[in-house]
T-cell receptor, first 115, second 114 residues
Framework: QQQVKQSPQSLIVQKGGIPIINCAYENTAFDYFPWYQQFPGKGPALLIAIRPDVSEKKEGRFTISFNKSAKQFSLHIMDSQPGDSATYFCAASDWSGGSNYKLTFGKGTLLTVNP | GAGVSQTPSNKVTEKGKYVELRCDPISGHTALYWYRQSLGQGPEFLIYFQGTGAADDSGLPNDRFFAVRPEGSVSTLKIQRTERGDSAVYLC????????????FGEGSRLTVL
């Protein structure tokens, strides 16, 4: 059972474009939603995370939008750059229940930003 | 080093063999985690250590998998009687505490079982 569904599987944008990656979750106990960025041969690195007490969080060029009623959240990358080309993973966990470390990841989105 | 260090970076073994994968967390991080990432998938949780004890091993797929952290720092993931389906990248992560701001992942150990 895939508890976090991520789309699209891959995405190509031009430099300066705004790629959007979407995730949907099923487990209503999830209340911590981080996004990780992974370059080839490297481990995932935390980009930005949100808890459900807010509907949007922005850090630099990265913004998370969160819709609790729809059980969906998305990542927007403003003014995308070729250096943003990587695989992006959404994840979710049960923070309030003490299992924030037990992340359930989506399958990832391979983003390519063309110069 | 500044980050999580994992060795070996690559391991090729034959079906049925025993393997050990090592993780050296960021200095001072009390929490340590093992995840497994299969090709084209996101990482999957295996086990969480707080200090020396395994606080949550619910992600270990079966009793062929075992992990230790005897002194509360370095951890070893042990896989007995390896199977081809065990082939994956094994990722280690650490954090200052269980409720720390995110997990810091290493680069992983790629295991290939022939």
């Amino acid at each position: 059972q895939q508890q976090v569904k991520q789309s699209p599987q891959s995405l190509i944008v031009q430099k300066g474009g705004i790629p959007i990656i979407n995730c949907a979750y099923e487990n209503t106990a999830f209340d911590y939603f981080p996004w990780y960025q992974q370059f080839p041969g490297k481990g995932p690195a935390l980009l930005i995370a949100i808890r459900p007490d807010v509907s949007e969080k922005k850090e630099g060029r990265f913004t998370i939008s969160f819709n609790k009623s729809a059980k969906q959240f998305s990542l927007h990358i403003m003014d995308s750059q070729p250096g943003d080309s990587a695989t992006y993973f959404c994840a979710a966990s049960d923070w309030s229940g003490g299992s924030n470390y037990k992340l359930t990841f989506g399958k990832g989105t391979l983003l390519t930003v063309n110069p | 080093g500044a980050g999580v260090s994992q060795t070996p970076s690559n391991k090729v073994t034959e079906k049925g063999k025993y393997v050990e994968l090592r993780c050296d967390p960021i200095s001072g991080h009390t929490a340590l985690y093992w995840y497994r990432q299969s090709l084209g998938q996101g990482p999957e949780f295996l086990i969480y250590f707080q200090g020396t004890g395994a606080a949550d091993d619910s992600g270990l797929p079966n009793d062929r998998f075992f992990a230790v952290r005897p002194e509360g720092s370095v951890s070893t993931l042990k896989i007995q009687r390896t199977e081809r389906g065990d082939s994956a990248v094994y990722l280690c992560a650490s954090s200052p505490s269980r409720t720390g701001a995110g997990l810091f992942f290493g680069e992983g150990s790629r295991l290939t079982v022939l």
